[in-house]
């Protein structure tokens, strides 16, 4: 029996299809994830220097249509005769059309260009999507010939870095596209696949979601970013554990409280501390920042001017407290807020700065040069960075 090793970096990408057919077909194989910080390494022994890889009995394949031909093929997916065969293959060839024009407006870095090619790329999309749209609906809520194709795991594989993309699904507004893409996620052996992708929920700002967002980001952790509309709120509310946001909704199983969240991720990301006491101090200064932000938040919602008049000279008085604190312990430790290295503290202020700087209308860390710093730090690490350029505006 044949050994398959498929190669490809920890995300969902161009491998994701293929991961998707592999599943489908029942072919065992070791899934390879490549960080982004060992891929120069690895980069020197791929044919053409990049990935995916199918390494079959020790043999590299390469190029991930061929590769997803190759595995269609084996699981009946790839038509009834050359003619359906050139259907998918055309099928494949527009979507990787698309999937490599928004690759280019997601990476390119010129302001003035990257507009410029929004326009064009986001326009090509609009346009495959209506002909999709319109090819589905023909053949009876599939891609090609009214049965289950190639091209169905294409489309449905490639939405994760579409909806990364965009930040948005990729078949909003178009019915039989999104029938579809489910009809693939739902098929069993897909389905115990997907079944550890992590979906976050809550609302369109950022507050206490974003440093789980920020977290989940920087640790390479896939995650569906689901904002809920306060329109949308109340319609799930009586779903949510304890009637509130954000959940974290791993294998079916909904998990709730942001310190909660967070802390887990923080433990994957070994974010947490090197020891018990390290933890403690990290609990201490994460509490003490829930406890500030707590306090803005209550003087921001307040509608009674007397009553928040009184509750802005609490909130601005302990802020101001909690901010020299706070600029005295990252001094201390090195430009960091637990022992000189990185942890979970340092992703949740920068995270909560944003909230503050909005409630006060100017950057909350402006006269704490240390702090301003640590949030400069953390937003710049290119996980981080990604996602913030890449997220809805908050």
């Not at 306060?230 to 409280?257: A, T």
């Amino acid at each position: 029996m044949s050994t398959y090793k498929l190669k490809y970096l920890n995300a969902t990408g161009v491998g994701e299809p293929i991961r998707f057919l592999l599943n489908y077909c029942g072919i065992k194989f070791e899934d390879i994830r490549i960080s982004f910080d060992d891929w120069p390494k690895y980069k020197p022994d791929m044919p053409m220097g990049q990935v995916p890889v199918l390494e079959i009995d020790g043999k590299q394949y390469h190029q991930s249509r061929a590769i997803g031909r190759f595995i269609a093929k084996k699981g009946n997916l790839y038509g009834s005769d050359d003619f359906e065969a050139m259907e998918i293959d055309a099928v494949v060839d527009s979507i990787e059309d698309i999937r490599q024009a928004m690759g280019h407006y997601y990476l390119e870095q010129n302001p003035v260009f990257k507009a410029k090619l929004k326009e064009i790329v986001f326009q090509k999309l609009y346009h495959c999507r209506d002909k999709f749209e319109e090819q589905i609906k023909k053949n009876g809520g599939y891609f090609v010939g009214g049965k289950l194709s190639w091209a169905d795991f294409q489309w449905a594989g490639h939405c994760d870095i579409l909806r990364s993309v965009l930040a948005t699904n990729p078949n909003e507004d178009h019915p039989e596209l999104n029938k579809l893409t489910e009809k693939v996620r739902d098929l069993p052996k897909i389905k115990a696949y997907t079944m550890s992708m992590y979906k976050l929920t809550y609302f369109k700002d950022g507050a206490v979601g974003e440093p789980s967002r920020y977290l989940l980001s920087y640790c390479g952790i896939e995650f569906e970013d689901i904002r809920l509309t306060n329109e949308e709120w109340p319609k799930h509310k009586p779903d949510m554990p304890m009637g509130q946001l954000p959940i974290l909704k791993i294998d079916d199983k909904i998990y709730h409280q942001s310190r909660a969240i967070a802390r887990f991720i923080a433990k994957k990301g070994n974010l947490y501390g090197s020891n018990e006491f390290e933890a403690m101090e990290i609990d201490a200064t994460v509490d003490s920042m829930e406890d500030i932000r707590r306090v803005m938040g209550e003087y921001y919602w307040e509608q009674d001017p007397i009553f928040k008049a009184n509750l802005k000279k609490i909130a601005f008085q302990k802020l101001l407290f909690y901010l020299d604190k706070f600029e005295a312990q990252v001094k201390n430790n090195g430009g960091y807020f637990v022992n000189s290295k990185l942890s979970w503290p340092d992703f949740m202020w920068a995270a909560y700065s944003e909230r503050l700087s909005f409630i006060l209308t100017r950057d909350v860390n402006q006269d704490h040069p240390e702090l301003k710093k640590l949030i400069e730090k953390i937003r710049a690490l290119p996980k981080v960075k990604a996602y913030i350029e890449k997220r809805p505006k908050i």
